[in-house]
């Protein structure tokens, strides 16, 4: 049986006013179709069966700063990289760039970077 190493995300924003409405709308369209948040964590899931289902979730920290990392999210086409990067345009990401091929990772890597509303870093990708 092949299982998804994936599990969870668990990520710190700086304003949660700004951070959910931004994130209700990307994750249904990146695949987190359903939500499961109490009163401070806001829970996002995917789908499958518990407990390999897996989840992002965000509370508010408001002395977070965003760093280097990034978050990327895997899309089947790059169609869909460019409807989902429209999606995050759309609900207020910030220093979008692409989408556009990306041949200094891979020579079929296409993908559209971004931030969310307290800056994180986040990605939509599609490679053949």
């Not at 499961?36 to 995917?46: I, Q, Y």
């Not at 041949?103 to 890597?109: Q, S, V």
């Amino acid at each position: 049986m092949s299982v998804n190493r994936f599990q969870h995300i668990d990520l710190r924003v700086c304003d949660m006013k700004a951070a959910y409405p931004f994130y209700a709308k990307l994750l249904s369209a990146v695949g987190f179709p359903a939500e499961d948040s109490g009163e401070k964590w806001k829970v996002f899931v995917g789908t499958g069966k518990a407990p390999h289902r897996p989840w992002f979730a965000f509370i508010e920290d408001v002395s977070h700063r965003p760093n280097g990392n990034r978050i990327a999210f895997s899309a089947a086409s790059r169609e869909e990289v460019d409807r989902l990067a429209a999606i995050a345009r759309d609900t207020g990401a910030r220093n979008m760039s692409g989408p556009r091929a990306c041949p200094e990772y891979t020579p079929t890597y296409y993908a559209a970077f971004f931030e969310d509303p307290s800056g994180n870093c986040l990605e939509i990708c599609h490679h053949d």
